[in-house]
């Protein structure tokens, strides 16, 4: 960026309120911010700074900076013109074709975007560059117009001028300011705050303060998607932070749901996402992949990242600054930042107002989900095989599976041909609307049961696979009938024997019932987010 000067004016008597330029905002102040963002893209010897301040003037010097100090300088508004500076350029010594006008009170704008304004400035031979921000509004109109013309909604784009800064030509501001000039408007992807005020100051110390998180997340078909669900509920809670998802390529099913969202999303393939991950300069990874390696581990701590694991068992648990295992109650591994167990698992937002079951010595309804995937298929398995059970005792039967299900057409056909009650939902956002009617359920071992425990729904419990097998809070103690559908094919007569008992067993039921009345998982989310927020802290 040769030839261009960097201009800064920082005139105390033109403020917005008394010394808000050396205030920190943020822990820096408005002018130390400004002149560390000139720095960024241009030498200390084309920065100069105009003051009336003793106190800048020094801090200018301490920066190696130039500055114009003069006791009497005065401008009647906080914004100043390149042509309201440029008589005090006159008696300069630093050689410069272009004068960029940078405002100390727009502390948000970046470097990427001053050299960006100056790269198109200078391709399209402009004179003078303005930035601009177009804004989707509904204009007020004083004009008297019908009922039906003044109610109608009229989303016009108004394009509005920053004076966060500028790029004026010395030619232009040498001869030429009396003659018409058409600016080449400049438009930014955000608009700066312009501080103007102590509620401008308060958004922008919110903003400057925030840290950004980046979500590694998995869901296909064979792990599911309580991965997904728990770190969108973990993302809700701290949007006064940046958030973003990564998600590798055979994440299909995660990739589709986060593409719904408002967040920032990446998707890589499995061996660019490490890299990917360090590029994006989070201040916090939390890995939501099941085992993790240290080594993948060690690199993020290197890059100065800080690294939280979720439901991990890997190498890369014991090395992490928090690894959080709540569907494990006993340590399976050592480690003094692994914290376990289901004090620490926490609901979906939707729980949060569900209001959990008394216990009722007849059952109406049963429930059967086997999580977002169900790889196993194993609605399509126990349907017919307790559907003429229920249609003999009377029990309606509720059918939810979640959006990575596949065999949506071949179910909704089987169910047809059923003599029963069934009633089939096909990806909902309020299944706990669906618990508070059931009095028993037969579920997958995953996070589903942890909320069957906390509506007081007893129920029989089938492990996908392997890892599911781990998950050992759906006992009996806890209110859970576990069936090991390794002995297939004796567990279909399994199933079918503790659904009877579960129905007709009305003291063994309430056993279970009361077994589970106890829990409570309302409060764990905030103790997460707190563990979160207590690592952010020791970010600088």
């Known amino acids: 960026m040769n030839g261009l000067l960097v201009v800064i004016p920082a005139s105390k008597k033109s403020v917005a309120f008394p010394d808000d330029l050396v205030k920190k905002l943020a822990g820096v102040t408005l002018i130390q911010r400004a002149i560390t963002l000139a720095k960024s893209i241009v030498p200390d010897n084309q920065i100069m700074v105009m003051t009336d301040s003793e106190e800048i003037n020094l801090i200018c010097m301490r920066q190696g900076v130039v500055s114009y100090f003069d006791k009497e300088l005065c401008w009647l508004a906080q914004t100043v013109s390149a042509l309201e500076i440029m008589p005090y350029l006159n008696s300069c010594s630093i050689l410069w074709h ?18 960006a304004a100056f790269e198109r400035y200078c391709d399209a031979g402009a004179k003078l560059l303005l930035p601009v921000i177009c804004s989707h509004t509904n204009p007020y109109r004083q004009l008297p117009l019908s009922l039906k013309e003044r109610l109608k909604k009229r989303d016009e784009v108004l394009t509005i001028e920053s004076s966060s800064f500028s790029i004026t030509s010395r030619s232009i501001l040498e001869t030429e300011s009396e003659s018409k000039v058409r600016p080449l408007a400049f438009e930014l992807d955000e608009a700066p705050i312009e501080i103007r005020s102590y509620h401008d100051w308060w958004i922008c110390e919110k903003l400057l303060n925030r840290r950004r998180i980046v979500f590694r997340v998995i869901g296909h078909s064979a792990v599911g998607m309580g ?7 973990l993302a809700h809670e701290i949007s006064d932070h940046e958030v973003y998802f990564v998600c590798d390529t055979e994440s299909f099913i995660a990739t589709t749901k986060l593409a719904g969202y408002d967040y920032w999303l990446g998707v890589y393939k499995p061996e660019a996402i490490e890299q990917a991950i360090i590029d994006l300069q989070p201040d916090i990874v939390v890995n939501d992949m099941l085992n993790t390696d240290a080594d993948y581990v060690f690199r993020l701590r290197d890059a100065g990242i800080i690294v939280v694991n979720l439901e991990d068992l890997g190498s890369g648990a014991r090395v992490a600054d928090l690894t959080i295992n709540d569907l494990y109650d006993d340590p399976l591994l050592s480690g003094e930042r ?39 298929d194993f609605t399509r398995n126990v349907l017919p095989l307790v559907a003429p059970y229920c249609a003999e005792q009377g029990i309606a039967i509720d059918v939810v599976s979640g959006d990575g299900y596949s065999y949506k057409e071949e179910l909704q056909s089987l169910i047809a041909g059923l003599d029963a009650e069934v009633t089939y939902t096909h990806v909902t956002g309020v299944i706990s609307r669906i618990m508070e009617n059931a009095q028993l359920a037969i579920s997958s071992n995953g996070r589903t049961v942890y909320e069957l ?78 563990q979160i927020q207590n690592l952010l802290h020791r970010v600088s």
């Open 338 to 376: 692994i914290l376990w167990g289901h004090s620490w698992f926490f609901l979906r937002d939707e729980f949060q107002d569900a209001l959990p079951n008394t216990f009722q010595k007849r059952v109406n309804r049963l429930l059967i989900t086997f999580g977002g995937t169900d790889p196993s």
């Open 227 to 233: 991965h997904i669900s728990r770190c969108l509920a």
């Open 98 to 115: 272009d004068l960029m006008l940078l405002s100390p009170y727009a502390p948000l704008l970046r470097a990427a975007t001053l050299r």
């Open 453 to 530: 425990a906390h509506m007081n729904i007893p129920a029989v419990v089938l492990s996908h696979h392997d890892r599911e097998r781990t998950h050992l809070f759906a006992c009996e103690k806890n209110g859970f009938l576990p069936i090991d559908i390794a002995n297939r094919p004796e567990h279909d007569s399994q199933i079918l024997l503790a659904l009877k008992r579960l129905v007709e067993d009305v003291d063994f039921r309430h056993t279970l019932f009361n077994n589970m009345y106890h829990h409570d998982f309302l409060q764990n989310k905030h103790k997460v987010v707190g």
